[in-house]
């Protein structure tokens, strides 16, 4: 088979004239071939025309089975997708018209045909029912995708002013097709006022500047009165200028998209347990009304920054889920207080912000956070337990300096820090010292950070003296920081901020390795038996490294020093959660044979179980005892006893800051073995401790 040949099916009862066309394309071929299937019928066309898949019919109008129009609407009927190409031996242009409109692809008159004038017929009916085709389908997939979208359809002459909704878009906003008028205005008199001139020139933009297509989403009140979003979108027909002269789009009900979307924006902004505004939104809050402030400022406003006291112990002893409790109630409690126009936020955990709005003056402040803290301070019933909470709270006031919402808040958090710390003041409000010695402390810890790198600490040592002989046995090692612009520091002011950096961590070791190395020296120098010992001050924190006394041996034998010339001085409060960890690394030290000493002991809390759960080698008799013997009765007392204590278990005691000859005199009568202070020697630096050593050295020999 030619497979370029175009079938044609030729329906024609008159012998001759078959093979006339017959022959009018046989002269073609130069054209492509045709392949002719002929026929006499219409009964039999109809159904070749199904069985054979001819790509056109040339249809005579006059057949024994029938005669005109008629038997080209069968044909049609039956392959509707078949072009038809009507033969005809009358000249009737009505008759032609009428055809074309029936669907016939063209109507020739016999005796006007030629070859060329047949093919380029065939050729057009072929292409065009191709086209039309396609068209069908793709206008068939378009309502299918509308009908599967279900959107709406509008379609609005511009020009002519007509309109149309389809019965789905006028469905959307809860209208029967005959109820909603087709008119542009009943449209847009239903779109929300706040939103209608956004619409039109979004419109406007794409019908008359060019934006390459229309999208707008609004809201459109439906039948019912209530208010829908909706997605609208078009496109427009232009004409060879550009103009243009018609747009049709669709209509998207996307309320339950926007109804999602409005809740995940709540969420972002509120806390989950308690539903309040989080910091996201109270900063937001905030960020309003110090614009406003900043425009006018006839009323103040306030932050009220606070936690709840206690949070910590109710969670870890009643549960998590009645900490819940408590924050819900405790937040239950203040909206119920407040005004409506204050916002009451949870920051995270149990920290909590309220924003007082119009105020008069500081005082309406201090005012409600007094009775908030009242408010806290009572009794929570939460599942069955009566549960007790309180708040201390920091106050900032509106002021111009304030740029941010930020600056507010840690100033109200800096204030409630004060608060706290001054003990049970309902609230505190901040002023500019609290700024002040927040910048301290902070230019304090990254003074430290530099002085850690740049190794600007010292050791002063103080002798250790046996109470007996006055003889020098050994010395404390205390820390100095020398300061590039304060000068030479002692411990109390800076071991707190080292301390809650962790930087007391690496200072520890530097002042290990220091000690040591020194001792050495000095043991070398001053050979005595026992040999020299130092003590040096351990803080809690290092036990919370891993195999901290494996790094402490090593340091020894770096130093080549024996074990038992190394003191640990712990305090109680450093070590009173003796965890195993921590526990296990004292064993190490202790069984390597270094001495492990309790310090400023007699002021920690529960100085005996301490004992009890770990046994030292000294007591440290706290300087504050030391320095009252002489003085009270009960201090007198309970310095005997520390030294009896120490005796039953085996342990030495030292006694520290001892001032004065009287004390040294009744410490040595009470039979206390060792003492350090003011008396013997206040601490010196290394080489002061040198010539000390060198001094008593020549005395001896
Ligand atoms: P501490 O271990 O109880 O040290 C004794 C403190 O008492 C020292 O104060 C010392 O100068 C002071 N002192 C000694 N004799 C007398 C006296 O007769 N009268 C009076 N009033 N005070 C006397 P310093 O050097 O200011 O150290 C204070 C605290 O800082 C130490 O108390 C210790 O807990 C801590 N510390 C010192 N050096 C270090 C260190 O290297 N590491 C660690 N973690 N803490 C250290
Ligand atoms: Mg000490
Ligand atoms: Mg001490």
Redesign the pocket.
């Known amino acids: 088979m030619n497979r370029g040949a175009i079938r044609v099916l030729l329906v024609e009862d008159d012998l001759a004239q078959a093979d006339l066309i017959r022959a009018l394309l046989d002269t073609a071929s130069d054209d492509g071939d045709f392949r002719i299937d002929h026929t006499q019928r219409l009964s039999e066309a109809k159904q070749r025309a199904l069985e054979t898949d001819p790509q056109v019919v040339l249809l005579d109008l006059n057949l024994p089975d029938s005669y005109g129009l008629i038997g080209f609407q069968e044909l049609h009927r039956v392959a509707p997708w078949l072009p038809v190409i009507i033969l005809t031996n009358v000249k009737d242009e009505n008759e032609a018209a009428r055809a074309v409109r029936l669907g016939a692809q063209d109507y020739l008159i016999k005796r006007e045909v030629e070859t060329a004038l047949l093919i380029r017929s065939i050729r057009y009916a072929i292409e065009r029912q191709r086209a039309e085709e396609a068209l069908r389908e793709s206008e068939e997939r378009y309502a299918l995708a509308v009908a599967g979208a279900n959107d709406g359809l509008w379609d609005w002459h511009v020009t002519k002013n007509v309109v149309y909704f389809s019965p789905r878009w006028k469905a959307i906003l809860g209208f029967k097709s005959r109820e909603f008028r087709d008119r542009l205005e009943d449209w847009f008199d239903r779109v929300h006022p706040e939103d209608l001139d956004e619409l039109k020139s979004a419109l406007n933009e794409h019908l008359i500047h060019g934006v390459a297509h229309f999208e707008h989403e609004h809201r459109v009140r439906n039948k019912a009165g209530q208010y829908l979003w909706v997605l609208c979108r078009g496109l427009a027909v232009r004409d060879e200028s550009g103009t243009a002269y018609r747009i049709a789009g669709s209509l998207t009900d996307i309320s339950a998209r926007k109804r999602a979307e409005a809740q995940l924006r709540h969420d972002a902004m509120h806390d989950a347990l308690t539903r309040l505004p989080n910091r996201t939104l109270y900063l937001d809050r905030l960020d309003i009304a110090l614009r406003r402030y900043h425009r006018n400022k006839d009323k103040q406003f306030a932050v009220l920054f606070f936690d709840l006291d206690r949070f910590k112990n109710v969670n870890d002893s009643l549960g998590h889920s009645i900490g819940d409790e408590l924050l819900l109630a405790a937040a239950k409690r203040l909206q119920q207080f407040l005004r409506p126009g204050d916002t009451l936020a949870r920051l995270g955990g149990d920290e909590f912000a309220i924003l007082l709005n119009d105020l008069e003056g500081l005082a309406d402040a201090q005012q409600v956070a007094e009775r908030i803290h009242e408010l806290l301070a009572r009794e929570f019933t939460i599942g069955g337990h009566e549960v007790y909470t309180s708040a201390s709270i920091g106050i900032a006031l509106s002021a111009s300096h304030y740029q941010r919402p930020e600056e507010m808040l840690r100033d109200a958090d800096l204030a409630m820090y004060q608060a706290k710390r001054s003990g049970d003041v309902a609230a505190e409000v901040f002023d500019s010292d609290m700024h002040q010695s927040a910048m301290a402390v902070l230019k304090l810890e990254t003074d430290l950070r530099r002085a850690v790198e740049r190794q600007e600490?010292v050791?002063?040592y103080?002798p250790i003296v046996s109470l007996a002989t006055e003889r020098i046995i050994g010395f404390?090692?205390?820390?100095?920081w020398q300061h590039p612009e304060r000068g030479l520091l002692?411990?109390?002011q800076f071991?707190g901020a080292?301390?809650e950096t962790g930087l007391?961590v690496p200072?520890?070791w530097l002042?290990?390795h220091e000690?040591c190395l020194q001792l050495r020296e000095w043991q070398y120098r001053f050979p005595t038996h026992p040999p020299l010992s130092v003590?040096?001050?351990?803080?809690g924190k290092?036990f919370l490294q891993a195999r901290m006394a494996e790094r402490v041996l090593a340091a020894l034998t770096e130093c080549g020093l024996s074990p038992e010339c190394l003191h640990l001085?712990i305090?109680e409060s450093?070590m009173l959660d003796h965890r195993e960890a921590a526990l296990a690394e004292l064993r190490a030290l202790r069984q390597a044979g270094i001495e492990l000493h309790v310090?400023?002991f007699g002021t920690g809390y529960s100085s005996l179980t301490y004992l009890q759960r770990f046994s030292y080698d000294s007591l440290?008799i706290?300087?504050s005892f030391?320095?009252n013997v002489l003085r009270t009765e009960e201090t007198n007392a309970i310095v005997k006893a520390i030294i009896a204590l120490g005796k039953m278990l085996g342990m030495n005691v030292i006694a520290?800051?001892?001032?004065t000859r009287e004390q040294l005199l009744w410490l040595r009568e009470a039979q206390c073995p060792q003492g350090?202070?003011?008396?013997?020697s206040?601490?010196l630096d290394s080489a002061a401790v040198g010539s000390l050593l060198w001094k008593g050295a020549r005395r001896v020999n």
Do not use: M, Y
């Not at 404390?476 to 100095?480: C, F, I, K, N």
């Not at 350090?676 to 013997?680: A, E, L, R, V």
């Open positions: 600490f050791l002063h103080q404390e090692a205390l820390l100095r002692h411990p109390e071991i080292a301390e007391i200072i520890c002042g290990l000690a003590s040096i001050n351990i803080s290092l001085e305090t450093a310090d400023d440290k706290d300087r030391v320095g520290e800051g001892v001032e350090q202070g003011f008396w013997f206040e601490p």
